[in-house]
């Protein structure tokens, strides 16, 4: 039986906002999780997030977002299908206000995460959609 | 649709995702992972591999991130991998190496991928060789290496690198530390980096005292110890020269016993150092392929500043190409040579992103005069342009190469 690997998670900051204590709270607690996390600095442009999930093969990548960085996700959303990645789950987290919840998720978001949610949740849904990832993924290399 | 099929056929026409997916699989050891293997191996053997090591916080990663910029710039294609530790207590880890390659991990020609070692002790992870092997057979001019931060027993890198760097900070630890057994023996060079600090010139002192004191090895046999500032970018061009020049002599598989250097005699190594010391080379992106008496082979993948107004490689840089390798054939005995007469044909026209090669042969060569041959092909064998040219022999020495035997 082939070895299979933990969830490959990108967690990342998009946008100009800079405050990435989440971000890194995040990243810790799914390293633990047992999960291989791609941690990346603050301000990171579309284009290189779409590179970075390329390259890594990731499963799920987790944005933070405190100051309305989370309104440039619905482009990340695009730039991942253009470049064929729609397999590639996305989950945010962060400060995001119930009509934006309502505009990620029918942008392709797979979840949205607000302050105060477990942190056991969030890896419990990474997980998840790691599997659902990889069983759409089966047989199609 | 005629799109290719095969992940191999994606893998090789430059499907980066593909890449991406094959190295998940090669990582997990499923059966598509081993056939894509095995349906990469005529591609193999190509790319020069580097690998870097040295202890946690000597400046690994940006190092290769220094080197990755200076190889790009000299037309290279480049795949860095970078190991992480793994926890040994949850399985997980995080994968923070390309974080200080940002600068050049949004570049096209660059590929960074990060493993984990998923606790696999030596370095690397258990995986790593067969990665490189995907990057090698995926048409990467360089793969670079990097190892987790490494102490003295983590020398797996020994055996997947043919070329093996051995980072070292200064002020590591007294003269005593440098005797130690393990990475330090299997460096091809050692790379004193954060050389701008007030210890570096000490760090050095040791190493060479520490080379000084190997048994059975010819003073130009040890390793030589190179200083680098890899966030400036000071000393990165002549790591990645004496790469260039190790990779003539070396080229792969790796060897099987490690400390050799290049060789300070002969034709090869004599082309080697002209080249390395040719600022135009350079500036082309211009590798020394071959070398021997009277010939060498030099090839130069077409950048976008080659290209003139109707999108084609510039006849200027195909010639400056077929130039060199004539240039280097010519004064291959140690003599200067200069070209006084040429011509040159123009068989199709080249695209941005293609590999030209030139060989230059000798037809014949007297006292004064030599006339040399020249052929430039694409990687699938066409013909670009051949050209013929006469060069005057002046008989003197090269000026910097007092070593050199005696002028033929």
Known sequence: MAERRPPKVIVTKIGFDGHDRGSRVVAAYLRDAGMEVVYTPPWQEIGAVVKLA???????????????????????????????????????????????????????????????????????????????RRSLLEGTL | MNAPVTPVERIRGGDRRALARAITAVENATQEGAAIRAALAPYLGRAQVTGVTGPPGAGKSTLVNALVKELVARGRKVA??????????????????????????????????????????????????????????????????????????EVEIAKVAAHRLVVCPPGLGDDVQAIKAGILEIADAFVVNKADLPDATRTERELRAMLALRQNAAPEALPPVLKTVATTGDGVAALADWLAARALQHGRPAPAVPHTAPPASGPAALLARLIARDAYARHLGLELVEAGEGTATVSMRVRPEHINFWDSCHGGAIFSLADTALGLACNSYGSVAALIDSHMTFSVAVKAGERLTARAEEISRSRKLGVYRMEVRRDDGVLVASLTGTVYRTGKPLPNEASTGPAA
């Open chain 2, 80 to 153: 860095v991998i970078a190991v992480d530790p793994s926890s040994p207590v949850s399985g997980g880890a995080v994968l923070g190496d390309r974080v200080r390659m940002a600068e050049m991990q949004g570049h096209e020609a660059v590929f960074i991928r990060s493993l984990a070692a998923r606790g696999h002790l030596g370095g690397l992870s258990r995986t790593a060789a067969q990665v490189v092997e995907l990057l090698d057979g995926a048409g990467f001019d360089d793969v670079l290496v990097e190892t987790v931060g490494a102490g003295q027993s």
């Open chain 1, 54 to 132: 390329t390259e890594e093969d990731a499963d799920v990548i987790g944005v933070s977002s405190l100051a309305t960085d989370h309104l440039l996700v619905p482009k990340l959303m695009d730039a991942l299908r253009a470049a064929g990645l729609e397999d590639v789950q996305v989950i945010v987290g962060g400060i995001v206000p119930p009509k934006d919840e309502r505009l990620l998720l029918e942008a392709g978001v797979a979840r949205v995460f607000h302050p105060g949610v477990a942190l056991g949740e969030i890896a419990e849904a990474v997980r998840m959609l790691t599997r659902d």
